[in-house]
């Protein structure tokens, strides 16, 4: 048939063979997804883990992402968000309902913590705040449903004692989340750890941090291993319309070739920064899961059996050092840049004031001003001499 060029247009004759093969797969962007025929329509079912209905749901490109970032992690089945926030946000508003308890760790991910308080004052939910580094705060009633677990945690990066805190939330029929930002899948397998390879029921995992690699992508991942919570997951995951773009979701399969040695770069450059800074005067401590004298160390030599520990290091100023001096040390600093997130190429640097954050007494931690790097893939030489420059000028304390 000859058509009205407009329509032929449209209805371009040529079309991609069946199989060629490319270094990167093929990108499909969708929201419809044209069905062959009538029985392909009716014939679909949305519990299919791979449900070709509509852009929502999934094309090959969002399927082939979450296949890969399931296997990373250890996990089975993955869901994709439109960033780590939103993964979690699924995670919640599945299974939490009205009446229920949740258990939070105080270092959790600050806006996850503000989402549960959210759903605290509108829906009934009792938040419970967890000290990381006692168990023994952990005390699950029979009305507990959710525990979420971070480790290392933000900011301070205290290692839980995931073994236990595991097996205590299992034993109480308290369904685990990892927040999996961290160790990324590489550091330890949150679905295969310790002797008695335990496993959480949950992951989640912020995309944009180490997978994307560029610092300019958005995406979360929701992992499991267990059929039945995938498939409530999804249900949600599609009453909720969460999507994502396949553009988004290709530069993500694209950064995740070097993923692995990204990590391994960024590990070994921030020790080498942290041995550095632990001999600075204008530092009382240091926050690294590998420093002996951090909390949870020896719980992350237990479960991060390679001694990794992603590119984050925090540092706590000696009291005499005031907001005034902390922000002229950041503002001195010109390789590190002042923003939030991690794992791209550009270090970062962020300041914090610990009293404003947490809800708990934190014995471990000294007094002072806390300031967190995320070390990039410069050269950490050039870091080190950075940071001096801006110690150097930073504002000197008021003499007492
Ligand atoms: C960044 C981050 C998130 C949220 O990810 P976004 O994609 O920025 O929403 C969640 N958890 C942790 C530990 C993070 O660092």
Redesign the pocket.
């Known amino acids: 048939m000859k058509y009205d060029p407009q329509t032929a247009l449209i209805h371009a004759p040529r079309k991609a063979p069946q199989y060629i093969e490319t270094v990167q797969p093929p990108l499909f962007r969708a929201s419809t997804i044209i069905f062959k025929n009538t029985s392909a329509l009716f014939d679909r079912h949305w519990t299919d883990d791979y449900d070709y209905s509509y852009g929502t749901h999934g094309t090959p490109t969002t399927y082939t992402l979450g296949d890969n970032i399931a296997q990373i992690e250890g996990g089975d089945y993955c869901l994709l968000a439109p960033?780590?926030?939103?993964a979690?946000n699924l995670v919640n508003s599945c299974f939490l309902s009205h009446g229920d308890e949740v258990w939070v760790a105080d270092n959790i991910?600050g806006?996850?913590m503000e989402h549960l308080r959210n759903l605290e004052t509108r829906y009934n939910i009792l938040v419970k705040v967890y000290n990381p580094i006692d168990i023994n705060s952990f005390q699950p009633s029979d009305k507990a449903k959710l525990i979420w677990l971070?480790a290392a945690g933000?900011v301070t990066l205290e290692f839980p004692d995931l073994i236990n805190f595991v097996k205590k939330a299992k034993e109480a029929k308290v369904l685990t989340a990892l927040?999996n930002?961290?160790g990324a899948g590489l550091a330890f397998n949150a679905f295969d750890f310790g002797e008695e390879h335990l496993s959480v029921d949950l992951t989640i995992h912020?995309l944009?941090?180490y997978p994307s690699g560029g610092g300019d992508v958005?995406?979360?991942s929701v992992v499991t291993q267990n059929k039945n919570l995938h498939h409530q997951l999804f249900r949600m995951h599609a009453l909720q319309g969460i999507a994502i773009s396949g553009d988004d979701a290709a530069l993500v399969q694209r950064s995740l070739a070097s993923m692995k040695i990204r990590y391994q770069q960024q590990s070994q450059s921030a020790l080498t920064v942290l041995q550095w800074l632990k001999l600075q005067e204008q530092i009382i401590q240091v926050l690294h899961p590998a420093d002996e004298h951090s909390a949870g160390h020896e719980y992350w030599k237990e479960v991060c059996e390679t001694k990794q520990s992603a590119g984050l290091v925090s540092v706590i100023f000696k009291p005499e050092y005031d907001m005034t001096a902390i922000r002229s040390f950041c503002d001195n600093l010109s390789l590190f840049k002042l923003g939030f997130?991690?794992g791209g190429p550009i270090s970062l640097v962020m300041l914090y004031n610990l009293s404003e954050m947490r809800r708990l007494p934190q014995q471990h931690l000294q007094h002072g001003l806390l300031v967190r790097f995320c070390i990039g893939l410069e050269k950490p030489e050039d870091l080190i001499q950075d940071i001096a420059n801006a110690l150097e000028k930073m504002n000197k304390p008021q003499s007492q």
Do not use: F, H, R, V
């Open positions: 960033s780590g926030l939103s979690i991910y806006p996850n971070e933000s927040d930002t961290w912020a944009t941090k958005l995406m979360g997130s991690w």
